[in-house]
């Protein structure tokens, strides 16, 4: 293909018509990787986990469950209207830093929307004790970055053993799970 351009544009060197085709393509693997990460936390956004739902759906049964994890960090409003939209930003990177650390091999992690995140996991792994190693990394990194403010997230999840059921259905039985959570967890509000 580069003798043929060549050919016709005779000052273009054969060695840039072979190396703008990868060039091309290191663009193209950028600009994809911009679509699928969120801008703040640089985890996954809601389309690329919805899309990994999707494609993983079919393949939840009894003997390898899908489980579904919605976290919500408690008294977000507050922490904004209180310590300033600067400090929100980084209560949203420590707990994308947070979830990276537990996110063992196979575990998908994403930001869902405002100060909502979603865990993935194809795995099995006890929801219970996911959930307690979160929240100490969690209590971990916001010692180490000194917040004012008391971090704390709220924890729903549920599992898919059925292909058939609805991604939606399970979704909300994970957010049921969450709002029983965010009763017990919001004891330490901020006034």
């Known amino acids: ?18 190396i703008l085709p990868s060039i091309i393509k290191v663009l193209i693997d950028m600009q994809n990787a911009n679509i699928y990460t969120d801008a703040l936390t640089r985890i996954n956004n809601r389309y690329r986990v919805d899309e990994y739902l999707e ?20 008294q977000f409003k507050k922490i904004n209207d209180r310590f300033g939209h600067m400090e929100g930003d980084r209560a949203l990177v420590a707990i994308a830093d947070a979830l990276k650390k537990i996110a063992y ?40 970055r000194r917040f004012a403010f008391p971090l704390n997230v709220s924890v729903g999840y549920a599992s898919c053993t059925d292909p058939r059921e609805q991604i939606i259905d399970v979704k909300k039985r994970a957010d049921e799970v969450l709002y029983q959570d965010k009763k017990v967890q919001n004891a330490g509000a901020i006034e």
């Open 1 to 18: 293909v580069g003798a043929v351009i060549s050919f016709f544009i005779s000052y273009v060197p054969y060695i840039i018509l072979g």
């Open 55 to 74: 494609h993983n759906w079919e393949h939840c049964s009894e003997e390898r469950p899908l489980w579904i994890y919605l976290i919500d960090i408690n």
């Open 105 to 144: 091999e196979g575990l998908v992690i994403g930001r869902f929307g405002g100060d909502e995140f979603i865990l993935i996991d194809p795995q099995d792994h006890d929801p219970e004790a996911l959930t307690f190693e979160l929240r100490g990394y969690l209590k971990e990194i916001s010692k180490e």
